[in-house]
C-alpha cells in the first residue's frame, strides 16, 4: 500500500534501491525535504510554537475544569459554616481555587488584626467575657483580598499570552517561509529557464507548505485564547464577587 | 517588615502549576500525528481517484441522430470545405472596331465636309447588368454545416464516436457489447423525459440495469442545481423501470449507467 509519508522513507533507502518512478515531492514530507534549510527552520519553529500551544491549551483547559469544580465546593463549605476555622481547614483540599488563596489573605488579614486588638488590652486576655475582638481596619481587610485576588489573577492567566502571541505570529512565519521559498522556487526556475506547469508547481507546492504549517499552529490557538479568555473573565468575577461577601461578612461580625 | 499575607500570596505565586507533564503530553501528540502522516495511506489526504466501476456513461439532449448509416452530421458544427464555384459569367466586352485609315479623296466642298458623318457600324456598349460587379476570384472557404463520412456505424441515437453535438459526446460503447440495446434504452427513457423546462443545465443520473432489464439504485450522480430538472430526469429513468433483459453476449450481471440529461434552451 502506497502511504503518505513514502518519500520520507525512501531518503531512507539506497539510491539503488529507490524505486526511480516515485521520487521526492510527491508527498508532504517529500517537500520538506526537499526544502531549504531556512524553510526547515521556519517549519521547526512552527512545531514548537504548536507543541507549546497545545500544551498550554489543554494545561489551561483542565485548570480551569478543576477550579470551577473547587470553586463550587469551596462555596459552598463556605456558605454553610459557621466559622472562618471550618473553613480554613478545608482549604488544603481545595487549594486549586482561588477563592482559597483570596479568603486565606483575607483570614490572616483578620486574625492578624483581631490579635493585635486582643494584645492592646495590655492584659493579653479579654478584660470580660463579654468583650470580642473587633477588626480595627477593613480597609486594610480591603486590600489584603485585593492584593490576593491580583496574584490569583495572574495565576489564571498565567501562560495565555502564549496562545495570543502564537496565534499572531504563527501566521506571518508560515507566510515568511512561504515567500522564501517561492524565492528559491523562481531562481530555481530561473536557472532551468523551463516554465513548465512541472517545473513550477513542486517549488510552489513546497513553499506553501510554511503557511499550511503556520495557519495550523494558530487556529487552535485562537480558539482556546479567546475561550480560555471568557473562561478567566467569569472566574475573574466569582473572586471580585467572593472578597466582597467575605468583607460584609467581616465588617458585620467584627466591627467595633 | 512584612505584611501578615504576604507570605502566603508569595506561596500561591510561586506555586507550580504542572505544565511540564502537559507539554511532554502535546510533543508526544505532535509526534503521533506526524507519525500518523507519515504511514496513513496516501489517498487519506487526497481526493480518491474516480471510481473505477464500470460504469458507462450515456449522454441525452441534442438532435436525434440518423438510425442507419455510417454518415453522421460532423458534431453538428460548421465545417470549412472548398467549394467549387460555378464559373461566373464574364461580361463580354465589345470592342469598337478601330477606325478606318484614311483614304485619298477628292476634296468636297465645305457644305459637304461640315456635315457629320454617318458612323458606318453602330457601337454597342457595356451591358447594363456588368455595372459595378466585382471580379470572380475562383474557388472560395464557406462556412457551414456538411455531412461528411466519418467512417463510423451510427447505432440510431446519435452515439457514435463522431456523433452528434453535445448529444453523443461521451459514450463508452467500445467496451459493450450490444449498442442497439443502448439504443432501445435511450429510446424509451427518452420518452420520459420533459425536457422542455425553463432552466438550462445538466443532470447526471446513475443506475444500475439489472440481468432481468429492471432499473434500480436510481441515484443523481450530479445535480443541476435546480430540483425541477434533477427531478425530472429521476423521474424519466424510474418511469421507465424496466427494460429488456440485458443481452446474453454482456457477461455481467449488472450494467452500471451514468446518464447524462442536457437540459437547453
Keep these: ?256 | 517588615m512584612r505584611e501578615a499575607a504576604s507570605e502566603l500570596l508569595v506561596e500561591r505565586a510561586r506555586e507550580g502549576d504542572g505544565l511540564r507533564r502537559t507539554l511532554l503530553g502535546s510533543s508526544a501528540a505532535h509526534l503521533f500525528v506526524i507519525a500518523t502522516l507519515l504511514l496513513a495511506p496516501a489517498d487519506w489526504f487526497s481526493r480518491p481517484a474516480e471510481e473505477t466501476l464500470d460504469v458507462m456513461t450515456l449522454r441525452l439532449g441534442g438532435p436525434e441522430g440518423p438510425g442507419v448509416g455510417g454518415r453522421t452530421a460532423l458534431g453538428g458544427r460548421p465545417v470549412q470545405e472548398v467549394v467549387t464555384l460555378p464559373e461566373a459569367r464574364r461580361p463580354q466586352w465589345i470592342q469598337p472596331p478601330a477606325p478606318a485609315p484614311p483614304r485619298m479623296v477628292l476634296p468636297v466642298p465645305e457644305e459637304v465636309t461640315r456635315r457629320r458623318p454617318e458612323p458606318e457600324t453602330e457601337v454597342p456598349t457595356v451591358p447594363e447588368e456588368a455595372r459595378g460587379r466585382r471580379l470572380t476570384t475562383g474557388p472560395e472557404e464557406v462556412l457551414g454545416s456538411t455531412m461528411a463520412d466519418t467512417g463510423v456505424q451510427g447505432i440510431g441515437i446519435g452515439l457514435s464516436g463522431g456523433g452528434l453535438g453535445g448529444s453523443g459526446g461521451e459514450v463508452a460503447i467500445e467496451d459493450f457489447c450490444c449498442p442497439e440495446y443502448l439504443a432501445t434504452m435511450l429510446d424509451l427513457i427518452r420518452r420520459r423525459w420533459d425536457r422542455h423546462q425553463r432552466v438550462t443545465g445538466t443532470v447526471i443520473v446513475r443506475f444500475e440495469i439489472g440481468r432481468s432489464g429492471r432499473i434500480d439504485a436510481v441515484t443523481v450522480d450530479r445535480g443541476s442545481g435546480y430540483l425541477a430538472l434533477d427531478l425530472a430526469a429521476q423521474r424519466a429513468v424510474l418511469l421507465t423501470r424496466q427494460i429488456q433483459p440485458l443481452p446474453e453476449r454482456f457477461g455481467q450481471d449488472t450494467l452500471n449507467v451514468r446518464l447524462t440529461f442536457e437540459y437547453r434552451p
Design chain 1, 1 to 256: 500500500m502506497r502511504i503518505f509519508g513514502y518519500p520520507a522513507f525512501a531518503i531512507l533507502q539506497a539510491p539503488g534501491e529507490s524505486d526511480p518512478g516515485s521520487g521526492f515531492g510527491t508527498g508532504l514530507l517529500g517537500l520538506i525535504a526537499e526544502s531549504s534549510l531556512l524553510s526547515q527552520g521556519v517549519l521547526l519553529s512552527l512545531l514548537l510554537l504548536s507543541i507549546l500551544s497545545w500544551a498550554i491549551s489543554v494545561f489551561k483547559l483542565w485548570q480551569f475544569r478543576q477550579i470551577e469544580g473547587q470553586t463550587e465546593t469551596f462555596i459552598d463549605v463556605f456558605r454553610k459554616s459557621g466559622r472562618f476555622s471550618e473553613v480554613q481547614a478545608a482549604c488544603k483540599s481545595l487549594a486549586a481555587s482561588p477563592l482559597t488563596g483570596v479568603f486565606q489573605a483575607g483570614y490572616v488579614e483578620l486574625n492578624a488584626q483581631l490579635r493585635r486588638s486582643r494584645d492592646d488590652d495590655g492584659s493579653g486576655g479579654y478584660r470580660d467575657a463579654a468583650a470580642r475582638p473587633a477588626l480595627r481596619s477593613l480597609d486594610a481587610l480591603d486590600r489584603a483580598l485585593l492584593r490576593a485576588a491580583s496574584v490569583e489573577m495572574v495565576r489564571l492567566e498565567r501562560h495565555v499570552p502564549v496562545l495570543a502571541t502564537t496565534a499572531s505570529i504563527a501566521p506571518f512565519i508560515g507566510l515568511f517561509g512561504t515567500v522564501w521559498g517561492i524565492i528559491i522556487a523562481f531562481q530555481g526556475i530561473g536557472e532551468t529557464g523551463s516554465t513548465s506547469l512541472a517545473v513550477v508547481a513542486p517549488g510552489i507546492a513546497d513553499a506553501l507548505v510554511a503557511t499550511a504549517a503556520g495557519l495550523f499552529a494558530a487556529i487552535p490557538a485562537v480558539y482556546f485564547y479567546n475561550h480560555l479568555t471568557q473562561k478567566t473573565k467569569v472566574v475573574a468575577s466569582a473572586i471580585d464577587d467572593f472578597a466582597l461577601e467575605f468583607l460584609n461578612i467581616a465588617e458585620r461580625n467584627f466591627s467595633p
